[in-house]
């Protein structure tokens, strides 16, 4: 059996779903051998962009024999559909049974392979308002057909597998939650970045982080508001937003722009984006609908506290952590306000917080993520991949 990897990453500022790509390349070629051992060979199909970047991350796999190339295709920047539509026919000379698709968008065009299709969430279908035009009506007429016709549904979360169920109608056993964090990508920046001082600031000074994307969903114009209100006691304390422009993003903008002590850095970095998260108080993340929240596990990976939004899919992270600390956005104003400030002081003015309270938290995060647990969830894919092969289908 052979399964095509299709690492397609289309800019190189890595957004959540290429760390989720850069998770899957990690450990499938880390556990190889789990695959080997079964008769699976697992191939990546790169274009010439995307090898550029996945050989500057890891260049291991240079030495990779199992990489198969497609053409690389220009096509203005965002046509992520337009992308979706083409990649059957690029891919059609592939010898493989199989092929990985990371991307959360529908085709309509059949690939001659199986398909192993990804849902990391369904905000198109929950919050079509916040979505381009295009992508709301590419999901409302071709993501059902295109879940049918997958052989395995692949998802990042519990939460996101019960959505599908629920609003697909899709049969349990024929979907996994496949979470694969990139480990040896984020404890290399963690070692490019050892001499930062980890310390919490106690002197009221310093910032908070937020990092997202810059689009209605994130909820940031909200974040700004209440920063605004918390600066009335903390006047020295500024928010950094660290994300790229996204769609419907203009007022956002124009709101970080015009508040006072909120910084808009653009897309920074990986190793700076690091820097930065060890140099903070913590995270702030007011989402109002993720399918798996990465920012908040890369701050609980290098060990910040985590002021979060109350979802299923970023309490699903971590649930038994002390590090997040949770704001219900069905609250009235008053009482989000409230929350608000109340969280970021106890940090700021180190109430129940203290290196060793991070440093534990941290390395009990990054348990929950261990080399044991990756691995039986690889064990779990291929139990799937061959029923599914044996049988057809679910």
Partial sequence: MKIGLLVDFLDSKLTGIDYYILGIVENFYKYNY????????IIFILNQFSREILFKIYPELLTYNEIFYIKDIKLPLGKI???????????????????????NVPFFLNFKQKIIFTVHDLSVEKFPHYHPFNLVILNKFLMKSTLKKSSLIITPSEFTKKEIMSFYRIEKNKLLKLFLPPKEFLNELDKKTSSINQ???SNGKGFFLSISTIEPRKNIQELVHLFSDFQ????????????????????????IMNTKGIVYMGY???????????????LIYLSKYEGYGLPV??????????????IESIRELDPES?????????????????????????????????NNFFYKNKNFVRQRYSSSRL?????EFIKKIKYVDKKGCY
């Fill in 34 to 41: 789990l695959f080997r051992n079964q008769g699976i060979k």
């Fill in 322 to 354: 002390s590090m997040i600390k949770f704001i219900n956005l069905n609250l009235n104003a008053d009482g989000r306000q409230r929350k608000f400030n109340e969280y970021l002081s106890e940090i700021v003015e180190r109430k129940n917080y203290n």
């Fill in 375 to 379: 691995k039986d969830s690889i064990t």
């Fill in 297 to 310: 596990l890369e701050s609980l990976w290098y060990g910040k506290p985590v002021i979060a939004s109350n």
């Fill in 232 to 255: 009335k006691k903390f006047k020295d304390i500024k928010l950094l937003i660290i994300g790229k422009i996204g769609w419907k993003s203009h007022k956002i903008i124009n709101k």
């Fill in 199 to 201: 310390n919490i600031k």
């Fill in 81 to 103: 559909t337009i992308y979706s539509q083409i990649l059957p026919i690029l891919t059609k000379k592939l010898d493989l049974n199989y092929i990985f698709f990371f991307r």
């Fill in 268 to 282: 920074v970095d990986n190793l700076r984006k690091v820097q930065l998260i060890k140099q903070s108080f913590g």
